[in-house]
């Protein structure tokens, strides 16, 4: 028996599913890998390549991933057996996807508890009155100690699963209402002040002036890959939510707009970053350290730095929260819609094997740090690479296959492009989806493999 005969609980609007996708979308990716990456590669040229790829990439993926959720109204591996037929091999697409974000979850909740523990820490005054040094010391003394991460990583977990309890309208909507909001405003007030530093004008050089000389293959590579992480896709988690909305939305309009607030944020996520590193002549290129041990040397230097500080941790932690929900809730649906459980008892129990499996994650920064069996890399590392460069990029593969390829085309047509205007959008979506889309994704997928090394 399955739970689809159960009435559906719908988005309260397709504004709160807006602010909830986009709540997906934005995260530690936004704020914390995009800045380092951009930095490492360079900036302007990498930043234009970033926003090809999340164009002619990830929106088109986008709108196929919103089409098969709201098409099929299950879960990620439901709905392939309601668009083709139970036990269908394309139910795999939705495996990729549970597995993905189980795993992703996992991890990504250690890292958003330290933010917890910065948030503490920027909130206690424990920041204030410390040299640099000794600033740049606190992440090290912070994950080196396997307690401390634990604890922040299990509340992490426990405020997901609180949200989730809630359901789609009381609980994932109506914080992404609060969230989004909150993180805008925090994002804003940062970037305001980054801008009118000194760093504020070589900091938007740094991120508009293209210089393709320094662009390289492998920078190509990452801003595809990143595309991926960024939008949260090939991991159900589109799907899922897409799932909830009502069957008149306009799936385009709709993907276009997650994409752009997504991107609005990574964009002024990393001037903010670049504006504070440039006004204290720091190298943007320092990589993942940047926003733990950097940036609170640099903001604790400006006037009201501690309060700047305990802004920045609070955005770090509200996006991640917005993702991390967004996680959890396919592997919830799944069993709701699937196998008729109760959502507290997905949630819960889904949330405790996800901080079990975290476990080792978190230890990866200490008692395991010298474990490396898996190719020379830590378990956290090992989930990290799983997650970010195969399961998310082949589950994308798959979806742009099954909507570009394998899904009838007047199907496509009859949903997306009722008018004469819009069925040519409709046409070049699906070019994108047939053959640009599998091709990027098929070499960045190959090129991890080692086959052009
Ligand atoms: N998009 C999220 C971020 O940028 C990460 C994510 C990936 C969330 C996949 C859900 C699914 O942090």
Not at 296 to 319: K, N, T
Request: proline share 5%; net charge positive; with cysteine.
């Amino acid at each position: 028996m399955n739970g689809s005969n159960r009435p559906r609980v719908l988005w309260a609007s397709r504004f709160g599913f807006v602010l909830a996708a986009a709540g997906s979308a934005i995260g530690l990716g936004n704020i914390w890998k995009f800045p380092y990456i951009t930095g490492q590669h360079g900036g302007g040229a990498f930043v234009l390549v970033y926003l090809a790829c999340i164009a002619l990439v990830g929106v088109p993926i986008l709108m196929a991933e919103l089409l098969i959720g709201r098409q099929g109204r299950r879960d990620a591996v439901g709905c392939f057996a309601v668009l083709e037929r139970p036990g269908s091999p394309w139910m795999i697409v939705g495996w990729v996807g549970v597995a993905a974000s189980f795993i992703l979850l996992s991890f990504y909740a250690v890292v958003a508890g330290w933010s917890f523990d910065y948030v503490v820490m920027a909130a206690s005054g424990a920041l204030r009155g410390r040299s640099p040094v000794e600033i740049e010391g606190l992440f090290g003394v912070l994950v080196s100690s396997p307690g401390r991460v634990i604890f922040w990583q299990g509340v992490f977990v426990v405020a997901t699963v609180a949200i989730v309890l809630g359901g789609v309208r009381d609980g994932i909507e109506r914080c992404s209402r609060i969230l989004m909001p909150a993180l805008f405003i925090l994002l804003l007030v940062l970037f305001g002040r980054g801008l009118m530093s000194s760093g504020g004008v070589p900091a938007l050089r740094f991120m508009f002036q293209a210089d393709f000389s320094a662009l390289t293959p492998q920078a190509l590579l990452d801003a595809v890959g990143h595309a991926f992480f960024t939008l949260s896709l090939g991991a159900g988690t589109m799907i899922t939510y897409a799932s909830y909305l009502d069957p008149e939305a306009d799936l385009g309009g709709l993907a276009l707009r997650i994409a752009l607030l997504d991107t609005l944020m990574a964009l002024l996520a990393a001037l903010t970053i670049f504006s504070v590193a440039f006004t204290a002549g720091i190298e943007p290129g320092s990589g993942p350290g940047l926003v733990f041990q950097t940036l609170p040397i640099l903001l604790l230097e400006l006037p009201f730095g501690s309060v700047l500080a305990l802004l920045f941790f609070l955005l770090l932690a509200f996006a991640a929260l917005s993702s991390s929900i967004s996680m959890l809730e396919v592997t919830v649906a799944y069993l709701v819609d699937e196998k008729s459980w109760p959502r507290w008892r997905a949630a819960g129990l889904v949330g405790i094997a996800a901080f079990l499996v975290g476990v080792p994650s978190a230890l990866s920064f200490n008692l395991w740090q010298d474990f490396k069996p898996f190719f020379g890399r830590t378990f956290f590392e090992a989930c990290d690479l799983l997650v970010s460069s195969y399961l998310l990029p082949l589950g994308g593969l798959l979806v742009a296959i099954y909507i570009g390829w394998v899904w009838p085309r007047r199907h496509s047509l009859a949903e997306l492009g009722a008018g004469r205007q819009q069925q040519r959008w409709v046409h070049s979506w699906q070019l994108l989806l047939r053959y640009v889309a599998p091709a990027a994704v098929i070499i960045v997928l190959l090129n991890q493999m080692g086959v052009f090394r």
